[in-house]
């Protein structure tokens, strides 16, 4: 299924070097620490009973790359049918030789996260893993919003980024990769790293907002490609391995809950504490 896209500059970049994204999004085949982190989560809410692991969920995977986190999920899921949505074709069909072992409970939709191509109150569950990043403030807004619009009441978006909870900046950086495997220049991406009261305003209409701090305590295998994470990491002594600069900031798990509109409005930034979790 192909529905309306905006054909942006972090598109242009993943289709510009194919083999290059191919190669980063086929690397979560393997289960990634945040992955680990998440699915503590998720166990967590089903031994407290308030997600059942054997309901036939209906589960949304957004901007899904090449599908690896609905493949892990399927395995904790095993009734739930899923939906991988991404606006970039080559990432689907990824997706789709990945997840062969599930095809019978996936659907593998082409199309946008600020104009997702859902019904109203459709689904328990919604994932946007490392999504956040990639867009501004204004765009984000959008995206939380549409996201809002297809979960159920009480349904979950669990999404992980990388949050500023040290000051009340939020950091944006552009950056043109020169030293791509393709040999091309000129591609484009951005980061953005959101304070908590940003994080506070974007989900004022979920009734909660609970936030965990992602910090693991390994080494993680240097990888062959290149990235932003390569300027923000500090080599060790073994010169495979490489460990995330405790100054550069770390990763969050967020989960947020949907709510009625009408109780919505009682969210806002007075209902949360701080620190390294918030909740209603």
Not at 63 to 71: Q, Y
Not at 237 to 249: L, Q, R, T, Y
């Amino acid at each position: 299924m192909k529905n309306n896209i905006q054909r942006d500059d972090y598109l242009k970049a993943a289709q510009m070097d194919k083999q290059s994204t191919k190669n980063y999004f086929a690397k979560s085949v393997q289960k990634t620490e945040q992955q680990k982190a998440l699915e503590s989560l998720l166990l967590d809410s089903i031994n407290a009973v308030k997600l059942d692991a054997n309901a036939p969920l209906r589960i949304a995977d957004l901007a899904c790359g090449g599908g690896t986190l609905s493949f892990h999920l399927a395995h904790l899921f095993p009734n739930a049918h899923f939906y991988l949505l991404d606006y970039n074709s080559d990432g689907l069909k990824l997706a789709q030789e990945i997840n062969a072992p599930f095809l019978d409970r996936m659907e593998f939709i082409e199309g946008d996260l600020r104009a997702l191509p859902f019904s109203d109150e459709s689904f328990d569950l919604v994932f946007c893993w490392g999504v956040f990043l990639i867009f501004d403030e204004k765009m984000l807004s959008e995206i939380v919003e549409e996201v809002r619009r297809v979960l159920k009441p009480h349904g979950s978006l669990y999404a992980s980024s990388l949050f500023n909870t040290e000051f009340d900046v939020d950091l944006q950086c552009e950056f043109r990769d020169l030293t791509r495997e393709s040999g091309k220049a000129g591609i484009w991406g951005r980061y953005s790293t959101f304070s908590l009261p940003t994080m506070q305003k974007l989900l004022r209409n979920y009734a909660e907002f609970c936030i965990h701090e992602f910090n693991p305590h390994i080494d993680f295998p240097r990888t062959t490609h290149r990235g932003i994470a390569t300027y923000s990491v500090r080599v060790l002594e073994d010169v495979e391995k490489i460990k995330v600069d405790a100054d550069f900031g770390g990763a969050f798990v967020g989960q947020m809950t949907n709510v009625y509109a009408n109780n919505a409005q009682s969210a806002n930034s007075n209902d949360f504490t701080g620190g390294g979790e918030m909740q209603e």
